[in-house]
DNA sequence: CATGAAAATTGGAACGTTTCAACATAGCGA
DNA sequence: TCGCTATGTTGAAACGTTCCAATTTTCATG
């Protein structure tokens, strides 16, 4: 079955191809009788304009951007995204999300998809589980085709806003001995993401920098997806007697630590009275939670913002410019989720 | 300016455009020093391929659609587009997400985007204020573009996923009724929401099938973004005295409902012994929350992967189909916000 | 009815790639 | 040295639109 083109409208319809065309893109240069003849006829055909050999023609008319995050569902990622938005609207580029839930293959078939479809330019939040499978963000190189980077990926010079990790979990830690924990815990995230083992980094750290002596044990690693960490989180507490219980967690993001402010809930263990937990990333919902979390607040409206901008910057350039690295700060924000050990 | 071509790239390598081709395309029948070098000259001058061009010679080689929704940071929108996105896979498409935001003109210029780029259909959650802004869905029509719209739009025929708002609304009036409650108010929502009309024509009607009557100023319009719900929810409380408050309020969206909760809490108004709550759509996080939200379930999933369907069915189909319009069950589901009215 | 202006229509070039048959070259064995 | 392969490279046609100068048709007017 071929394809129906402008050819087989204008066939059928019994005038040439400028007519049909003028019809489809509204002008008033064609008679009303021909308008809703021609119309008729690509009704009647299904035909279905191809956009692609429209803006050929017309050369770059439309101005947009693409965003890949990890997981649709995450607020921190659609911040991100609405961040970026922002900016690429005062600019007059449309924004397109795409979400590779945690599948390289996704990200990989989103990365083509954009430039496919002549997407401008692309913000990136890349898997980078294990070593090299980052041949897709190669192939982009090739084509000069801009992108920037939500976090940094060994082996390629690119574009990156990032947040500093390692010192925002070694400023939340620092802050929970200094009040007087000493059994802390960090529930790490999954490994796919570079953010778990940075913030592993800035555990292990803010220890070596302490009095306190660091334990393997201390890292427990029950994922952030829900249900997951949830069970994890449950499974932690029970397996082990009251008075091993850390006084202190340092959970991987928000998400996480919504999972276990549940499962401790169920468990009758109270926050902040017998344990303190920490969060990460400050998204939304966990500040309307009744014991509002203590948080480390990754400016997610600004990373997108600014990796919005150094995209734009990159594809309105008409020379290629060279990487740009931005490190934002977070910020601490303790709110009742955490509280002095009674000593 | 002008636009780097591939020809430019021929010329200042001294090779022809067929190769050029084959090295962009990364066919081994390229001599490695001839690839070098086109390669280097590609960089030199920055040379982005257009996507279009390529797609154009190709014919369709991509199968992908895109979804329209209004809260890029609502999870009911975003588990909407999960659910899409799961059978769309299946059908080895792929989606990319745009957000309104609640704009029309971004509305519009999403659906233009789409078909410009020969995104092959689109799930729109429609802005419906007023009456008739919706030119551009009359436009999509009249290019035979396949859409679905998550809302039933006055005056254009087509395609449907929707839930029944009124049945459901009725069902949780009716529950709050039985249990005692008479002093039930709704908190509606924006006014560009064909839901916002049809939960309040549900909540009148389930008043005029009871014994009770229904009165205008049960009807509060505090939007559903959340400051503007919270700071609305906080003067409605205090502009009256305790003995006038409801004893049951029912929300149009859960997100509306937990920045209630936030107000109440604030005002030291107890969920549920003073007041009962009642959310809608049953996202995520009010599942989460200390006291889990009494809601109408929307089966969100299900929304996007019918909707998906009956896209990519109409994608494929070489004729146009009929209209399908589909609408789906709400559950009432019964958790800890609301109780029985102690008399 | 002839005329001229206005309105409507036509058709070929152009957009920037890919494709592929044809051609050129290099390497090798006899 | 001469074929013969195998390997590289070329260049014109094709993809499905839009654009626009040229042409035809319509219509009002005297």
Known sequence: MQRVTIEDVARRAGVSKGTVSAVINGRNTVRAETREHVLNVMKELNFR????????????????????IKDLSYPFYTTIALGAREYANSKGYSVVVTSSENDHECERKYTHLFSAKDIKGAIIAPLVEGTAEIEHLFKLKMLNYPFVLLEDVKGIQANVVAIDNIKAIKKAVKYLIEIGHTKIVHFAGPPQSSHTHERIDGFRQAFSESPLVFREDMIVSIGSRHEESYGNALQYFRSRNREDYPTAVVCFNDQQALAVLTALRELN?????????????????????????????????????????ILIRNIESPTALPPEKVVLETDFIIRESTKPLRT
């Open 269 to 309: 263990i109270r926050v902040p009275d017998d344990i303190s937990i920490v969060g990460n990333d400050d998204i939304y919902y966990a500040r309307l939670y009744p014991v509002p979390l203590t948080t480390i607040r990754a400016p997610q409206y600004e990373i997108g913002r600014k990796a919005a901008e």
């Open 49 to 68: 304009p191809r956009g692609v050999a429209r803006n050929l023609k017309n050369g770059e008319l439309d101005k947009s951007i693409g965003i890949i």
